[in-house]
C-alpha cells in the first residue's frame, strides 16, 4: 500500500493511494491526529505520557501551509498556525483516513 497523492481540497485533505482508493479526510481530524510529540505526548520509561500544553486551535490551525514529503513512507504537514512538526506516516494516513473517510 503506498500513498499516490494527497492535497488539501476545500476542507478536507485528498489521500489517494494505489489499491485505488481514496479518502477524504477532514483537515480538523487531520490536525487532531497530529503524531508529533507535543500533541500526541511522548511515552517515557516508566510508561507515563507527557503532553505538553492543550493546543488552543484557530481556523489557521485548521489550514494546510506547506506540504513536506519525507523519503517515501511520509509527510510532514505545515499547518498555517505555525505548527509544523507532525511526521505522518503513510500508514498513519491511511489509518486516519479510513477512521474518517467521508
Ligand atoms: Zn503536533
Known amino acids: 500500500m503506498r500513498l499516490v497523492d494527497l492535497q488539501p481540497v476545500g476542507v478536507d485533505l485528498?489521500?489517494?493511494?494505489?489499491?485505488?482508493?481514496?479518502?477524504?479526510v477532514?483537515?480538523?481530524?487531520?490536525?487532531?491526529?497530529?503524531?508529533?510529540?507535543?500533541?500526541?505526548?511522548?511515552?517515557d520509561v516508566m510508561g507515563n505520557v507527557a503532553k505538553?500544553?492543550?493546543a488552543a486551535f484557530t481556523e489557521a490551525s485548521f489550514q494546510?501551509?506547506?506540504?513536506?514529503?519525507?523519503?517515501?513512507?511520509?509527510?510532514?504537514?505545515?499547518?498555517?498556525?505555525?505548527h509544523g512538526t507532525g511526521l505522518y506516516?503513510?500508514?498513519?494516513?491511511?489509518?486516519?483516513g479510513e477512521r474518517n473517510n467521508q
Do not use: M, N
Open 52 to 54: 505538553g500544553p492543550k
Open 26 to 43: 477532514p483537515l480538523k481530524a487531520v490536525r487532531r491526529a497530529c503524531p508529533c510529540a507535543s500533541c500526541a505526548g511522548e511515552t
Open 89 to 96: 506516516s503513510h500508514e498513519y494516513l491511511r489509518g486516519i
Open 64 to 82: 494546510i501551509k506547506h506540504l513536506q514529503p519525507v523519503g517515501s513512507y511520509a509527510v510532514q504537514i505545515f499547518w498555517k498556525d505555525g
Open 14 to 24: 485528498a489521500l489517494k493511494w494505489d489499491d485505488d482508493v481514496e479518502h477524504f
